[in-house]
């Protein structure tokens, strides 16, 4: 019993240990937010001689925060919302009609989890479509590329609804369309805030999309703010440590918010189906 009891309490050491290791480069960004030019030139764990909160107020008109932030804002909340949409219609029917097409269907898109991005070819059909250096572009990349792994959530909890609620909405004139907005889509909930927390982060975080296709400042989301801003200001390390505190604020609110859902509805994804 002992002998459980020391291993229990040695692997929640070893959690502990690892969690905190984790978390020290973020502590490392907070603590030299606060400090003067000169003591965060040494970027070290020492706590500042006095908080210095006028860095954040600096790094907001210098680095042009408030209107990348409504950038942000837009990019990830557009891409939430088709994603989950696009990614719930087609997991639901990928899943009630398991024919070889649509499975097949299914293989393909979920493929878009480990396949890395094409960046010419995506070129040549965003200039084609004459979607560069437009805010509906960006959407609908980050949409794209977040639909692989939202079908792949999603497509096992259907199999959770039970295809009786299907035949009965069915039997009470429901379309197609009504019976899954008013009859499935609210049973999914669990899975659907997951994937609509998942990818409202990962939108938030791209840096790789925008800076391929945003050539106007106006138009550049946080991420490519702090970008911008490091270049401008990479030897005042207290403004540079600032400037990512703000931009990673809304990430970690987000997801501190949203933590018990992402586990159930991927423990729900994961052993359904």
């Known amino acids: 019993m002992k002998t459980k009891h020391l291993l229990s309490l040695l692997r929640n050491l070893v959690a502990w240990g690892l969690s905190a290791i984790m978390f020290i480069p973020l502590l490392l960004v907070v603590i030299n937010s606060l400090k003067t030019r000169a003591e965060a030139d040494a970027m070290d764990m020492r706590l500042p001689s006095s908080l210095q909160w006028s860095n954040f107020a600096v790094v907001i008109e210098e680095g042009k925060l408030v209107q990348s932030f409504f950038n942000s804002l837009l990019y990830a909340v557009g891409a939430m919302v088709g994603s989950v949409l696009l990614a719930s219609l087609a997991a639901y029917v990928l899943s009630r009609r398991r024919t070889r097409l649509n499975r097949a269907l299914y293989f393909y898109l979920i493929m878009g989890i480990a396949m890395p991005t094409n960046f010419v070819t995506l070129m040549k059909v965003m200039q084609w479509t004459h979607l560069v250096n437009t805010q509906t572009g960006i959407i609908l990349m980050m949409t794209a590329s977040a639909i692989p792994f939202s079908v792949f959530l999603i497509y096992g909890f259907v199999s959770s609804v039970p295809r009786e609620l299907d035949e009965s909405g069915i039997v009470d004139g ?20 997951t994937v609509a927390i998942l990818n409202f982060m990962g939108a938030w975080s791209d840096f790789i999309h925008p800076l391929y296709f945003l050539n106007s400042s106006e138009k550049w989301p946080m991420t490519l703010a702090v970008y911008n801003f490091f270049g401008r200001f990479e030897v005042y390390w207290n403004l540079v440590s600032a400037d990512i505190v703000l931009t ?4 970690i609110a987000i997801y501190l918010l949203g933590q018990r859902f992402i586990i159930s509805g991927m423990m729900s994804g994961s052993v359904k189906g």
């Open 174 to 193: 429901c379309t197609p369309v009504r019976l899954f907005f008013s009859v499935v889509f609210p049973l999914l909930t669990p899975v659907l805030v």
């Open 248 to 251: 990673t604020l809304p990430v």
